[in-house]
């Protein structure tokens, strides 16, 4: 992993414990399956964003990291220790590295595109720029919501690790709560791709309805998914 610069961090968990909550709906393999699209839709974005320097993914699972590095990740290897003490494990690296910003990104945003990124990081950066003549303020927080305004889709800390990292419910509010703390530059910035998060069979048929171009979409459509979501 080369130094310095914006990195994106993906946490991901083990492929046979994805979205177990879509099971009325879909099977395990095929939960799998959706797991790995939406990967990829994130991928796909942070490829063509101009502002990401590298991608971290941060995994415990052997399958999952196998195929991260083939799509061209650096993975870090993280026992099974919970989401936010895998991203302090990732802040931590990134630090060493000496990076500067830290943009944590789940990997069930199927509806993501890379000029979603590079506003969001343009604003994020732009925000710190604005605040460095402020002695009080230094280091800069900017979170994004989902489409309930009450969990995170994507945080973005300079420097990594700035904050205590509170995903989980309620963890757009709590984010704020401790940029707030820490007596950070913090703003939220709400785009449309980047609020819907897929979680629940409401999710799908969300992503479904707003969906035109995503490797999400087509899997859910081939797998039948619109006539599964009828009596839900």
């Given at each position: 992993m080369s130094a310095g610069g914006l990195w994106a961090v993906l946490p991901v968990k083990a492929w046979?414990?994805?979205k177990r909550r879509l099971s009325p709906?879909?099977?395990?393999e095929e939960r799998q399956e959706l797991a790995r699209a939406m990967l990829d839709d994130v991928l796909s974005a942070i490829a063509g964003a101009s502002r990401i320097a590298g991608t971290l993914a941060v995994t415990a699972d052997r399958v999952a990291a196998s195929y991260l590095e083939r799509a061209g990740c650096e993975v870090l290897a993280e026992p099974r220790r919970g989401l936010n003490r895998a991203l302090g494990t990732a802040a931590d690296e990134l630090r060493r590295r000496d990076a500067s910003t830290m943009l944590v990104l789940p990997i069930d945003l199927p509806l993501v595109v890379a000029g979603d990124l590079d506003q969001?990081?343009?604003?994020?950066l732009d925000q710190g720029a604005g605040q460095a003549g402020?002695?009080?303020a230094r280091a800069t927080v900017t979170v994004a919501p989902d489409r309930f305004r009450s969990g995170t889709n994507a945080l973005v800390c300079s420097p990594p690790?700035?904050?205590p990292f509170r995903f989980g419910d309620g963890?757009?509010?709590?984010?704020?709560?401790e940029a707030e703390r820490a007596?950070?530059?913090h703003a939220s910035v709400t785009l449309r791709n980047l609020s819907l998060d897929v979680d629940h069979p409401d999710d799908l048929a969300e992503l479904l309805r707003l969906d035109h171009a995503s490797r999400t979409g087509?899997?859910?459509?081939?797998?039948?998914?619109?006539?599964?979501?009828?009596?839900?």
């Open positions: 046979s414990e994805a709906i879909l099977s395990g969001l990081c343009v604003h994020h402020d002695s009080a690790g700035c904050i963890s757009f509010h709590a984010h704020l709560r007596q950070a530059a087509r899997l859910l459509r081939r797998l039948g998914a619109p006539s599964r979501l009828e009596g839900h």
